[in-house]
């Protein structure tokens, strides 16, 4: 007898445990359902015929999910989103966009071969299916400019704000690129020091056209020489917009040359050469490192995190002997402690900032998968 109350009191005990998960589970939901949502579009208000462009929309208060739906105008071609590709559905000129708490995305297309004022519409549903339409944009496409020849239209850029009479030769390379994927733009005609541009995309840009432009001398976009002895001043643009910078790519690597012959007169070796990169006013040394050499060349390459002025260098014996050299037992010292310990700790402190509970819906998740487990023991204890 006793034992037969303990059993009834032990499932009445589940019980009482799993109408109270049942009820957290109903009041833990998204708190932005009494909100209106809201939602909208950027985009240029001209560009050249073929030229690639991005569209950025932004939106709010559209609950844990929602869909942004977008009518493009005939003509214009789809090309990526900043998106997963699976959020993503193209169906003619109708684009369906998936979000799942993101407060905005963009969007890269191709505009038409005609001139003309094309018409943007879209809307937003939220949560619970009500509609929010987008306000119309327009757009004008017109003329190319000039000045560019061959495929530098495509590929969303193939333009430079660099005065023409200042670019000694260039070449141009277009490359498919796709979010996740490393990306290479070869330059096999070899008509500058530039032979290939390697990065790590971190979303999809589409159709790029990346130039690389030889100067005759230092780019009028910079307000300095660069230190050392000079052997090339150099341009590389790639897309349009500054599209190549940290947060759409990673992993940058430049792979270049140097003519021995220019060493020799010069009485330089491989260890002194280094790529410079012009940025916020300043010029910078990138890590660069010989890979290989033939009888007319040494071949380096050198990490950068962006595209802009460049130019490659030689340090005089006058730079190289006016550097501090560090003590060794500061780098030992600095290796053990410092940054090793910094990269151990690192991993730690990530965790902690990926932490979903401030995912939408995550509670409800959990709610859910602890009365799932309530109900199982519940089952076996019957």
């Avoid at 050249?48 to 009518?71: C, H, I, P």
């Avoid at 966009?97 to 191709?110: H, R």
């Avoid at 902690?352 to 998740?365: I, R, T, V, Y």
Wanted: aromatic share 8%; hydrophobic share 40%; charged share 20%.
């Amino acid at each position: 007898m006793k034992t037969l109350i303990m059993k009834t009191l032990k499932v009445s005990y589940f019980r009482i445990a799993l109408v109270a998960m049942l009820f957290l589970a109903v009041t833990v939901v998204p708190a932005a359902a009494d909100l209106e949502a809201s939602a909208s579009r950027e985009l240029p208000a001209s560009v050249a015929r073929g030229e690639q462009f991005q569209v950025t929309v932004n939106v709010a208060d559209y609950g844990s999910a929602g869909q942004v739906l977008e009518k493009i105008p005939s003509g214009f071609t789809y090309l990526g989103s900043s998106l997963q590709d699976e959020a993503v559905s193209v169906n003619g000129s109708k684009i369906s966009f998936l979000l799942m708490g993101e407060t905005g995305f963009s969007y890269t297309l191709e505009a038409p071969a005609s001139s003309g004022t094309y018409i943007f519409e879209g809307l937003l549903r939220d949560i619970n299916k009500n509609v929010v339409y987008l306000a119309n944009s327009s757009i004008s496409v017109k003329s190319s400019s000039g000045g560019s020849s061959g495929g530098s239209s495509s590929g969303g850029g193939g333009s430079s704000p660099e005065p023409q009479s200042n670019v000694e030769i260039k070449e141009l390379s277009n490359q498919f690129v796709s979010n996740g994927n490393r990306v290479r733009f070869a330059f096999p005609q070899e008509v500058t020091c530039v032979i290939y541009i390697d990065f790590d995309a971190k979303r999809t840009l589409g159709k790029t056209t990346t130039i690389v432009e030889m100067l005759k001398g230092k780019s009028d976009l910079v307000s300095e020489m660069p230190s050392g002895e000079i052997y090339r001043h150099l341009n590389i643009w790639i897309g349009s917009g500054g599209v190549a910078g940290p947060e759409n790519i990673e992993n940058g690597v430049i792979g270049f040359k140097v003519e021995k012959a220019w060493m020799e007169e010069k009485g330089i070796d491989a260890a002194s050469i280094n790529l410079l990169h012009y940025t916020e006013d300043a010029w910078e040394k990138l890590e660069t490192l010989k890979v290989s050499e033939d009888d007319e060349y040494v071949y380096f390459e050198a990490k950068t995190s962006a595209f802009s002025p460049f130019a490659i260098s030689a340090e005089t014996a006058e730079e190289t002997s006016n550097m501090e050299i560090l003590p060794e037992e500061s780098e030992s010292a600095d290796s053990e402690d410092g940054p090793a310990s910094a990269v151990e700790d690192a991993p730690e402190s990530e965790a902690q900032d990926d932490e979903p509970s401030g995912l939408p819906g995550f509670g409800s998740m959990l709610a859910a998968g602890i009365i799932c487990t309530a109900y199982c023991v519940l089952r076996r204890k019957e």
